[in-house]
Nanobody, 125 residues
Framework: QVQLVESGGGLVQAGGSLRLSCAAS????????MGWFRQAPGKEREFVAA????????YYADSVKGRFTISRDNAKNTVYLQMNSLKPEDTAIYYC??????????????????WGQGTQVTVSS
């Protein structure tokens, strides 16, 4: 099983940027689809973005499309989430997760297997 550790969260003003990182252990990282999810207090876990094992395909939630960019570096066993033009409604704990490759990039949290502990992102107005 892959171990995941997120970092890069913090407090930022609306309109600002943050870059989240998710470092994975294990030699099989490059086999997995990677996803980012978030969960705000009192709300359900929400899909943010996903990237295929090669990085050639990406998929975004409508709420972040055009503002967030997911990428990966398989040589470093790391996936990133560049977040620009942040809004207060982006405030949440952000989690990265792995999924076995499928013909599609899933936005369903229950199709992801290993999860990190999350990193807090707070956007002030």
């Amino acid at each position: 099983q892959v171990q995941l550790v997120e970092s890069g969260g913090g407090l930022v003003q609306a309109g600002g940027s943050l870059r989240l990182s998710c470092a994975a252990s294990g030699r099989t990282f490059s086999r997995y689809t990677m996803g980012w999810f978030r969960q705000a207090p009192g709300k359900e876990r929400e899909f943010v973005a996903a990237i295929s094992w090669s990085g050639g395909r990406t998929y975004y939630a409508d709420s972040v499309k055009g503002r967030f960019t997911i990428s990966r570096d398989n040589a470093k066993n790391t996936v990133y989430l560049q977040m620009n033009s942040l809004k207060p409604e982006d405030t949440a704990i952000y989690y990265c997760a792995t999924a076995n490759p499928r013909p599609y990039l899933s936005s369903s949290w229950n199709e992801y297997d290993s999860w990190g502990q999350g990193t807090q992102v707070t956007v002030s107005s």
